[in-house]
Every structure is written in C-alpha cells, then in structure tokens.
Nanobody, 117 residues
Framework: QVQLTESGGDSVQSGGSLRLSCVAS????????MAWFRRRPGKQLEQVAK???????TYADDVEDRFTLSRDSEKNSLYLQMTNLKPEDTGVYLC???????????WGQGTQVTVSS
C-alpha cells in the first residue's frame, strides 16, 4: 500500500511564497508519474504540475512562470515551490502518484493554501 503525505500549506499574502512537500511511503513501483493537483473553490480539480520518470515536467498555463516542480527520488519526495502567489491560487493542493505499468493511482489528503489580497 502506498501513502502520500503532503505538507507546507499555509495562509499567505498575495505575492508571497510557499513550498509544498509530498512524501511517498510504502511499496510502489520505481517508474511513476507524480503530480500536484488543486481544488479551488467553485472549480473542478485541475492538474497544476506533473513530473514523469525521466523528469520531464509540465505545468498548467497559469502557474508556469511562478511555480517550480521538483522531485527527489532518493527521498521519495515531490516538491512544489510556489512564488508570487495570487488569491486565485487558493485551494486544496493534492499530491498524486501513478505507477506506470500497473496504473495504480494514489492520492494524498491534501494541504490547504490560502492567499489573501
């Protein structure tokens, strides 16, 4: 069983920064995609950033110049550095892991990010 634990969410002022962390524990395949999603008030779940097993990264258009995704395979960790935060970034940020060959998908419980103007 795989468990994803997120941390780093907080309340910040517009223009501030936060670093989210996601740590994977348990037994899982070595070839995985990992991603951050967010659920904003009144909006559907959306992918924020994703990193593949070869460390290729994709970002949502509205965060590409403000957020940086990174991964530490030795620590089984995924990070999202968020800068120049805006009120519209407010939401619950969730970590996702997809094991490439089995397709097994695991979600974390999420961490709350609140940006005030």
């Amino acid at each position: 069983q795989v468990q994803l634990t997120e941390s780093g969410g907080d309340s910040v002022q517009s223009g501030g920064s936060l670093r989210l962390s996601c740590v994977a524990s348990g037994t899982f395949a070595s070839v995985v995609d990992m991603a951050w999603f967010r659920r904003r008030p009144g909006k559907q779940l959306e992918q924020v950033a994703k990193i593949g097993p070869t460390f290729s990264i994709t970002y949502a258009d509205d965060v590409e110049d403000r957020f940086t995704l990174s991964r530490d395979s030795e620590k089984n960790s995924l990070y999202l550095q968020m800068t120049n935060l805006k009120p519209e970034d407010t939401g619950v940020y969730l970590c996702q892991m997809v094991e490439k060959f089995s397709g097994r998908t695991t979600w974390g419980q999420g961490t709350q990010v609140t940006v005030s103007s």
